[in-house]
């Protein structure tokens, strides 16, 4: 039976992306107050900007396929608006992160965070990345490259070597 998003429970249909939203809240602001609140925006921007896609979208729930592919399109779309928000926030709230733990990994800019996140944690490829974030293709590369460099102490072995 096919039915209107509206009229289901959407919760149903995004309990399975909330770990994912969650840590990418948390690689975006380290502080997990900021980072629930930035879920809970980021939600809502999403129903009221892409209204067709979250209530309006028929979808049949006998079909594991469909719902799959609709939670895809939802976590894409959240993503978007969650790495948007999360990064104007980060420039913000100008959180310090000496005594965070994955020191390194928080002294990375915003977005290549994002980046490495979605390449690293949830095995995107290049191509999805470069589509949900808008980045173009070499600007992906690049900081797929830089966050591996870094998170792999690259510059601590290059500075090693250097000094």
């Known amino acids: 039976m ?3 998003v509206r009229k289901k429970d959407l919760f149903t249909l995004i309990q399975p992306l909330l770990p994912k939203c969650h840590s990418l809240a948390m690689s975006l602001l380290p502080d997990d ?3 629930q609140q930035l879920i809970v925006d980021s939600f809502t921007q999403c129903l ?13 729930e006998s079909d594991k396929k469909d719902q799959l592919h609709l939670r895809r399109l939802m976590l ?3 993503i978007k ?5 999360g990064m104007r926030r980060a420039t913000q709230l100008q959180i310090r992160y000496e ?21 690293y944690d949830q095995g995107w490829n290049i191509s999805e990345i470069e589509s949900t974030l808008g980045l ?3 600007e992906v590369i690049e900081k797929v490259h830089n966050s591996r460099f870094i998170l792999t102490g690259g510059l601590k072995r290059s500075q090693e070597l250097q000094g």
């Open 81 to 85: 608006v969650m790495v948007h928000l």
């Open 99 to 119: 005594g965070v733990e994955h020191r390194e990994f928080y002294h990375l800019d915003a977005s290549t965070r994002v980046v490495a996140w979605l390449k």
């Open 33 to 35: 107050l900021q980072a």
């Open 48 to 60: 009221l900007k892409e209204k067709s896609l979250w209530l309006d979208r028929d979808w049949d």
């Open 136 to 138: 173009k293709k070499f």
């Open 2 to 4: 096919i039915e209107s």
């Open 76 to 78: 894409k779309s959240w």
